[in-house]
């Protein structure tokens, strides 16, 4: 079995962006692929997990990885199709009637879902899925614009006095400002700020200190190792991740990219196959992945996308 027909033999939110990214399927078997992760799955079991009420288990967000933000996220990244009777249903359910209340600061406790709350790295992850899912997000993209830092990046400790930049921070605000790009609401100030925090990835080479050029083992927050690939990243950052996100976003790779790509070139094993090398612990509304230190379809496709990418781009 080739690792394209393993990447096949999955789950349709896998297979449809195999189709899309790695084997050029024509456009309308692309989209009869995508129309099952509503309906077969991963995508099904998540949509069937909302309560009448809106929202997955019984909070805007939480410390785990079940809440209706993270369920969210997951169907974005599945490609749940935001124009499907699915999506609108669930999405609509969100909009109309979850808050924030007991997820967020008290302040925030009446902010519907899509308002967000007060952490950027928080409301990058909702304004993401917001626009993704075709909701008004604006006033969120507006106040992420406001906290752009002098570097370039953001960070989620700017109250706590912090005057540099996150990586984890900065990689979810980043996403959130392509995705509103993406959902048609492209205007100069979000496409300039974005560019600016995209910098701020690549002047670090995506994984060293600007000061001293060494590289970054682990982070501070959550002592993850941006070297070893998880799926899903929920809040934190890792290479394949940073990559990933230039990828979407069209950028040119340089040679800034280039020690990050051999990186992830070197972790192909035998099989041509990528592991899963990190997993947050916390509850998984729904499992995605075979598990830790096993060969990760998520993982393998993310890197195989992002290795054509860079090849196509240098031939």
């Known amino acids: 079995m080739t690792v394209v027909d393993w990447l096949l033999d999955s789950d349709p939110s896998i297979r449809w962006q195999v189709m ?162 993406r959902a048609g609401q492209a205007i100069p100030e979000v496409s300039a700020a974005r560019l600016r925090g995209q910098e701020y990835l690549l002047e670090r080479r995506l994984h060293r200190r600007l000061s001293t050029g060494e590289v970054i083992e682990r982070d501070r927050k959550g002592g993850a190792m941006w070297t070893s690939f998880a799926f899903p990243t929920w809040w934190h950052y890792d290479v394949l991740r940073g990559l990933d996100y230039l990828r979407r976003a069209g950028a040119t790779p340089d040679e800034r990219v280039a020690e990050a790509i051999e990186l992830v070139s070197s972790k192909r094993d035998q099989n041509g196959r990528w592991l899963l090398e990190a997993r947050y612990p916390g509850a998984m509304p729904v499992e995605v992945d075979e598990g830790y230190d096993r060969p990760s379809r998520w993982n393998t496709l993310r890197a195989l996308r992002v290795l054509r990418w860079y090849e196509q781009a240098a031939s």
């Open 20 to 181: 899309r990214d790695l084997t050029d399927a024509p456009a309308d078997e692309i989209a009869a692929e995508r129309a099952r992760v509503a309906t077969e799955g991963a995508g099904a079991q998540l949509l069937a997990l909302q309560g009448a009420d809106g929202r997955w288990a019984g909070a805007a967000w939480n410390r785990g990885w079940n809440s209706t933000m993270h369920v969210l996220w997951l169907l974005w990244h599945l490609g749940l199709d935001p124009i499907s009777a699915e999506a609108q249903h669930a999405v609509g359910l969100v909009r109309d009637h979850v808050t924030w209340q007991g997820s967020g600061p008290p302040e925030c406790d009446a902010n519907p879902f899509f308002t967000g709350e007060v952490e950027p790295c928080i409301n990058g992850q909702v304004a993401a899925v917001g626009a993704y899912f075709g909701q008004d997000v604006r006033g969120l993209v507006d106040r992420l614009l406001g906290e752009q830092l002098p570097d370039g990046g953001w960070n989620c400790e700017t109250e706590k006095g912090s005057t540099r930049s996150s990586f984890n921070t900065t990689i979810c605000v980043l996403e959130a400002l392509l995705e509103h790009e």
